[in-house]
């Protein structure tokens, strides 16, 4: 294992980096915005940030750590290092995601599994964040299904930095050995390699996190290099010497300057706040004057409060506090409908308990366990730990999942049809043909992938399949264009080109509204403007080769609901605009020889995710599960059917809302069909149930012969 050695003559250690109390009161104004964020977001809709102050925290202490070492000992053992770690993080943290796993079987929907199982072992082997921008979660967004350990994403980041930085300073120091040796000099100012190598990291990571939190702000949220000049801004920090000159007073004044940006941004900031980027500025720069400067002072030093008992205990328990509280609060959503106030005080309680019980009984003992003080004991124990805990997580849920491949013959009654056909029992309650936990796979191993491109620009073609009959004697070809909801549509026309030999050509592409404008806003992102882009491109290609290729007979437009407006050339947005483009589009179709069928929105069930709620409600679906259709349809932008209706150009409009919904109410299951496999997307099988009704309306509008 490599080791870091200098002259310890060359340099003294900062005596600001020794043990200070007050950091425990910082530390405890961290976790309690991000505790108060994670149970109250719309009160404290910038907590999010305490996060940024456990970073800037983290680098100045471990900085400090290393460099006291070196300057001590003339080396830095980074076995030793590395084994401190260990054992002061990663027996409470792998304690933490047992606990989540055992939870998970026992009080998390099935249908939830998958997911969850995929990030505990992210948040295991500390890639969670990785995992997170991989799957392009938004942090913020509703629609998103919260694993139990989500928040290891910030501890992945943490550990990250632990093993990087150690590694920087090595390579940096010992690169600047070689060379004053080269000029022959055996001096090696170890403070100044220091300084000079984390004022670098922190200036080349700054100018990264800005420019890719412009490039792409959900994605620069998780990634490792978007923080890191947060932590690089606590290690220059323990480099600072003691700002001695300036009056105490004024110090003072400095630190509690530090705690009120840090507040500002916890009640100020909010998920539309492009994060971290130059915005993390004012967390950041509030820790770093926090930590630099006040006083002790009685009554008026922000130190001599940050230094008080509660504030220590709570500094002390920080780490337990933010381990437990989130897989205790995503546990209760799940249980406590609703998850009201005096449910989140209980929340409260127990986090604070279960952290006090951590640390005198597992970090404490561990950290200070004679065992572990062998650096490879520490390795061997978080080696067999990582395996033992991946193999269970991996293996036991699939050993006790039971099989999900049912099938089931759609009859007059099923899926849709109990609505269409007004049948007595609608099927709106009881055991679904399809269990649910089949229908939620849909959600990650969706149908005719073959046949869709991918949201963001890409170079693929975009013709995307061939579906139905076979297209050399099919009697009738339709082209079927939209985003991920005509995509969803796709099984009903495989069945039905199958049984009418209709010929269906797949244009697709996830995230893309059929509407010829661009659907982002003037002051988007790059990567929203560039996913717009090829949005926009793609829908112009489709239509072109619409209009070119005689052996289209018919053209099938369907998308989801949007919650986004669209901007014509000159930046303009309204619904006339949008109506009238996709208006003139359909009327070039027309033109071309075409018959035009536009499929309405399905609605948006917001927070009520189908198969989740079906799996846990199986007595109570009606009343669980369903919403009033006037807020389901309303709820968000129709573009589609509004501007078939107001449309002049020759269309057939096809609503599939009579399927979905009754006069009242909008339901997750019909027929004993789940209606969706997340909060908006048709199930497979529920697209199939309105095939006798929609090959009717071709029929009736006489588009088919």
């Not at 990571?205 to 800005?210: A, C, E, K």
């Not at 995230?511 to 929203?528: I, N």
């Amino acid at each position: 294992m490599p080791t870091l050695t200098a002259q310890p003559h060359g340099a003294s250690a900062p005596s600001r980096s020794s043990f200070r109390p007050e950091l425990q009161g910082l530390r405890a104004l961290a976790v309690g915005l991000v505790l108060l964020f994670h149970l109250w977001p719309d009160r404290v809709s910038g907590g999010f940030v305490g996060v940024d102050v456990f970073f800037v925290v983290s680098g100045f202490l471990i900085t400090g750590h290393l460099y006291r070492e070196l300057s001590r000992t003339g080396t830095i053992v980074l076995r030793k290092f590395w084994a401190r770690r260990i054992m002061r993080l990663l027996p409470l943290a792998f304690i933490v995601l047992i606990f989540s796993f055992i939870s998970m079987f026992f009080l998390v929907p099935q249908t939830m599994w998958n997911m969850n199982v995929r990030q505990i072992l992210g948040s295991l082997f500390y890639v969670e964040n990785w995992v997170l921008a991989a799957d392009s979660v938004d942090y913020m967004a509703a629609d998103n299904e919260p694993s139990l350990v989500q928040h290891y994403w910030s501890l992945s980041i943490e550990e990250q930095f632990y093993v990087m930085l150690p590694l920087l300073l090595l390579g940096a120091y010992l690169f600047t050995k070689f060379l004053r040796r080269a000029v022959h000099d055996p001096r090696t100012n170890a403070q100044k390699v220091f300084i000079w190598t984390l004022l670098a990291i922190t200036v080349a990571t700054f100018i990264f996190s800005v420019l890719y939190t412009n490039y792409s702000a959900a994605l620069s949220y998780f990634v490792t290099p978007t923080r890191f000049w947060e932590f690089s801004t606590g290690g220059l920090l323990a480099m600072l010497p003691v700002a001695s000159k300036i009056p105490v007073r004024m110090q003072n004044l400095m630190g509690w300057a530090g705690v009120v940006f840090i507040v500002i941004a916890g009640f100020n900031y909010s998920g539309d706040t492009a994060f971290p980027g130059y915005t993390a500025l004012l967390p950041v720069v509030g820790s770093a004057l926090f930590i630099h400067y006040g006083s002790h002072t009685p009554i008026t030093g922000i130190y001599w409060w940050a230094s008080r008992t509660p504030s220590l205990r709570m500094g002390d328990w920080s780490y337990a506090i933010y381990l437990w509280h989130w897989p205790l609060i995503i546990i209760a959503g799940y249980q406590l409908d609703p998850f009201s106030w005096p449910y989140k005080l209980i929340i409260l309680v127990l986090t604070f308990a279960l952290a006090a019980a951590s640390q005198y009984l597992i970090e404490d003992p561990l950290r200070h366990a004679k065992l572990f003080k062998v650096p490879w004991r520490a390795f061997t124990l978080m080696t067999s730990s990582m395996i033992i805990i991946g193999s269970v997580t991996f293996f036991l849920p699939q050993a006790v999942s039971p099989e999900t491949d049912e099938e089931v013959n759609i009859a007059e009654c099923t899926g849709a049809n109990a609505f269409l056909s007004d049948c007595d029992d609608k099927g709106l309650n009881g055991k679904p043909d399809i269990p649910a936990t089949q229908v939620q796979m849909e959600e990650e191993e969706p149908n005719h992938t073959e046949c869709n491109l991918p949201s963001g620009p890409t170079d693929k073609e975009t013709k995307g399949c061939s579906i139905g009959a076979p297209e050399d004697s099919a009697e009738y070809t339709i082209a079927v264009i939209g985003d991920s909801h005509a995509r969803a549509w796709l099984p009903l026309f495989e069945e039905i080109g199958e049984e009418n030999n209709w010929n269906i050509q797949g244009y697709t592409k996830s995230g893309c509204t059929p509407v010829p404008l661009s659907g982002a806003e003037p002051d988007s992102d790059q990567a929203q403007q560039e996913e717009a882009d090829a949005c926009e491109d793609f829908i112009d290609r489709a239509s072109e080769e619409f209009q070119s290729n005689d052996d289209i007979d018919a053209i099938i437009t369907a998308a989801s609901p949007t919650d986004r407006d669209f901007y014509d050339e000159s930046g303009e947005t309204s619904d006339q605009i949008a109506s009238e483009a996709l208006n003139d589009m359909w009327q070039e179709w027309e033109d071309a020889g075409k018959d035009v069928v536009v499929i309405g929105e399905v609605p948006h069930f917001e927070d009520v995710n189908g198969p989740t709620c079906v799996e846990s409600n199986p007595d109570n679906i009606v009343d669980a599960c369903s919403l009033p259709a006037d807020d389901v349809i309303e709820g968000r932008d129709s573009i589609m059917k509004w501007a078939a209706e107001d449309s002049t150009t020759p269309i057939d409009f096809y609503d599939p809302v009579p399927g979905i919904c009754d006069t009242e109410r909008c339901y997750s299951m019909v027929g004993n069909l789940l209606t969706r496999y997340d909060h908006h997307h048709l199930s497979a099988d529920f697209a199939r149930s309105f095939g006798t009704d929609f090959v009717s309306f071709m029929q009736k509008k006489t588009i088919v012969e």
